[in-house]
Nanobody
Framework: QVQLVESGGGLVQAGGSLRLSCAAS????????MGWFRQAPGKEREYVAG????????SYADSVQGRFTISRDNVQNTVYLQMNTLKPEDTAVYYC???????????????????WGQGTQVTVSS
């Protein structure tokens, strides 16, 4: 049974930083692309960042490009999202998800991911 557990969310002032973690179990995690998504109240879930199964390629939504960095540790079965220069519009519940087997970083639709964590709340105050 695949399990994803996100952590690291919280309340931070605008301009601050947070590092989200997603611990995975129940699958050969290292063979799968991984992604981070977020969902704000009243809005659809949106793509934030993705990383290929080898970790060498990553992609980002335009809104976070240059501020967020996705990475993974295939030994620890963990994927990270380093978030810098946070803005109030980054406030949302952040989810990690398992993508395609031997997938690259470019899958941006939620339908391309088949397992999801429970989410972690990120709140950025102005």
């Amino acid at each position: 049974q695949v399990q994803l557990v996100e952590s690291g969310g919280g309340l931070v002032q605008a301009g601050g930083s947070l590092r989200l973690s997603c611990a995975a179990s129940g699958r050969t995690f290292s063979r799968y692309a991984m992604g981070w998504f977020r969902q704000a109240p009243g809005k659809e879930r949106e793509y934030v960042a993705g990383i290929g199964w080898r970790g060498g390629r990553s992609s980002y939504a335009d809104s976070v490009q240059g501020r967020f960095t996705i990475s993974r540790d295939n030994v620890q079965n963990t994927v990270y999202l380093q978030m810098n220069t946070l803005k109030p519009e980054d406030t949302a519940v952040y989810y990690c998800a398992v993508g395609r087997l031997f997938g690259d970083s470019g899958d941006v639709r939620p339908s391309e991911y088949d397992y999801w964590g429970q989410g972690t709340q990120v709140t950025v105050s102005s």
